[in-house]
């Protein structure tokens, strides 16, 4: 099935220590996103057990372009600057995306949606980034 996370993609964000506290930086975007996950997949698999066999995840992280590639700095012109890069090799990094997808407690596994009963179960993961229209996380799965 395919899943949709609106909004600027979202990275993982190690625990952090703060006088004696343990601090979770991601926990509020995380929790957003595991409602959002788990009301696309009871629509799409309603009632499912967790998938426990091997799946492929591809994932499309989509950014909107800054102003300064646009002619005039005006995305209305429609006009790329020749200096606007084609990829996006900019923050965030492609492994801080897929694990904020997929880490433990997963946004797919465990606690939201019940997708996969554990990340392990994903053997293959192919994460791309891409200017687009709107911003946006794009997750499918497929069984192996």
């Not at 099935?1 to 993609?9: N, Y």
């Not at 996950?37 to 992280?61: F, N, T, Y």
């Not at 646009?70 to 084609?86: E, F, I, M, V, Y």
């Not at 433990?104 to 200017?131: C, E, F, G, M």
């Amino acid at each position: 099935g395919t899943l949709f996370l609106p909004g600027k993609p979202q990275t993982y964000k190690p625990l952090r220590f703060f006088r004696g506290q343990i601090y979770a930086p991601h926990s509020r975007e995380k929790k957003k996103a595991q409602r959002i996950l788990d009301e696309q997949a009871s629509l799409q698999r309603p009632g499912a057990p967790p998938l426990r066999q091997a799946v492929k995840v591809d994932v499309i992280l989509d950014f909107r372009r800054p102003k300064s590639h646009w002619s005039k700095n005006d995305p209305a012109t429609g006009q790329l600057k020749r200096s606007a890069s084609q990829h996006v090799v900019k923050k965030p990094d492609v492994d801080n995306c897929l694990k904020f997808v997929l880490d433990a407690p997963s946004s797919l596994a465990q606690h939201a949606a019940n997708i996969l009963a554990d990340d392990s179960v994903v053997t293959k993961a192919n994460v791309y980034k891409r200017w687009a229209a709107t911003e946006q996380t794009k997750i499918e799965l497929t069984i192996l």
